[in-house]
């Protein structure tokens, strides 16, 4: 095996001055969660990790998955300007120091983000019209250009090493796992809302980047959605981006994302779909095979229940119901909410989950923790369905209404920053809710349905 680069990504300079005071500047060495307190870290040194976007310098890199994660994955990034040549270099093994691989894809698509620039605003009082144009020219945001490379034919269950290119501009190395083709031996971490708190986000990302380097069998990250507050904005997600290279463990490594489109995501211009490299008229709904026994369904809560999606979902459940050992789904609005309401989805989502005895319903929006008793047909029921959530990515915590019979009888809520995590094992599943600091709210175990 060819020697590992330890290069660490270059400082940021420029990253975060958009979002105003909050975040300063820093040059502050790297920072890695196991190294400190994350309740206490200081603002300033969470944007020291990130990558400046400037000239054609590979940054915002992500690994998505939406479909068979054992052979195939998208690797995507952002540069500064549009470049020529775009191109991801990879192997099963280490380039080492001279960053030699044994393959090659160059991006399938790149494009400019759709950006909406802010509206032009007239000189105010006792302002020149020359001073009202350089400060409108100071708010104009500059442009960013994404590259995603579709890579196929991999290998299950197998570390993946790349480093990306654009116009001969290198990004360190970096690697992930494929999922195994068979099997249930890893595991996934889930979490939503990381749309507001910024240092909070920071510091979930670094809790998610320590679950992983502490616990090896993580494999990928779901994203619940709500990533940001509003989905038009480029600059909101140019922040998520940037910050989102914080789940990048120390080695290198990068837990692949898995999409959920939230409330907050929309937006004409479709960023989202930019982002996560998604056609926006088939994808906003999916699954993502972990290997041929565990499947992820992703919903969308902001598209109707009915029609199309309902027509999807129940074709798609009977056939992996009999083929899976573990059918997940994760979509953004909840059916059994501890905060708001129920997602007017419920009626027709949740008959099909209990038709198909999904085994986990992953659920977002709420601002809370809450864990239910398994429900079917409305009903506690010890066959029925486990409703997780509700993200807790960065965003403030809700208080949870007292009231909801499934969280009360044996169910749980709560409200702090969390994740959840899933350990498959061929007999059961075990859901912790891991806090900022590290520490499990809840350890529940569900046991593998009969077939
Ligand atoms: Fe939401």
């Keep these: 095996m060819k020697k590992r680069s330890t290069k660490l990504p270059l400082m940021n300079t420029n990253r975060v001055s958009f979002i105003g005071a ?5 040059l ?77 894809q160059t991006c399938q698509s790149n494009g400019a983000y759709s950006i909406e620039q802010p509206k032009p605003q007239k000189p105010k009082e006792g302002e020149s019209a020359a001073e009202a144009a350089k400060r409108n020219s100071r708010m104009k945001i500059s442009p960013a250009y994404y590259h995603h490379a579709r890579i196929k034919n991999l290998n299950p269950d197998t570390c993946y090493y790349f480093v990306l290119e654009s116009d001969g501009e290198q990004s360190r190395e970096f690697y992930f796992r494929t999922a195994p083709a068979e099997g249930d031996d890893f595991t996934l971490i889930h979490g939503g809302d990381s749309r507001s708190g910024h240092a909070d986000r920071c510091r979930m990302n670094l809790r998610i980047a320590a679950q992983a380097a502490s616990e090896t069998k993580v494999l990928a990250f779901a994203h619940g959605g709500d990533y940001i507050v509003t989905g038009s904005k480029w600059e909101q997600w140019r922040l998520w981006l940037s910050q989102h290279e914080l789940t990048t463990l120390k080695d290198g490594r990068v837990l692949p994302i898995i999409p959920t489109k939230g409330n907050h995501d929309g937006g004409k211009n479709g960023l989202y779909f930019e982002v996560f490299d998604l056609a926006e008229k088939t994808e906003r709904w999916h699954t993502t095979m972990l290997g041929k026994d ?37 979509y953004h609005r909840p059916m059994y909410p ?17 038709k198909y005895n999904v085994d986990i319903a992953l659920e977002s929006d709420g601002h809370c923790m809450k864990r239910t008793v398994p429900i079917r047909d409305g009903k506690k029921d010890p066959s029925g369905i486990v409703y997780v959530g509700e993200g807790g ?55 593998v349905r009969k077939r």
Aim: hydrophobic content about 40%.
């Design 22 to 26: 909050s975040l300063s500047f820093s």
């Design 28 to 104: 502050i060495v790297a920072v890695h969660a196991e190294d400190i307190t994350l309740a206490k870290l200081d603002v300033k040194t969470l944007v020291s990790k990130m990558t400046p976007l400037k000239g054609t310098t590979p940054a915002q890199w992500r690994v998505v998955w939406t479909g068979d994660a054992s052979r195939e994955a998208t690797i995507s990034w952002t540069t500064a300007e549009p470049g020529t040549k775009h191109i991801v270099h990879y192997g099963a093994e280490s380039g080492g120091d001279d960053k030699k691989f044994a393959l090659s």
């Design 294 to 330: 565990v499947a992820l369904v992703t919903l969308d809560t902001n598209s109707a229940a009915g029609g199309a999606q309902a027509e999807w979902l129940e074709a798609e459940m009977r056939r992996l119901r009999p083929e899976v050992r573990w059918l997940l789904v994760q």
């Design 338 to 354: 501890a905060v708001k309401g129920p997602a007017k989805h419920a009626p027709i989502f949740c008959p099909l989950f209990d």
């Design 393 to 447: 990515l960065g965003v403030g915590q809700r208080k949870t209404s007292e009231d909801r019979w499934y969280i009360n009888d044996g169910g749980k809520a709560g409200s702090e920053h969390h994740v959840i995590q899933l350990d498959f094992t061929p007999d059961n599943m075990r859901v912790r809710f891991i806090l900022m600091d590290g520490s499990v709210w809840d350890d529940h175990m569900i046991k």
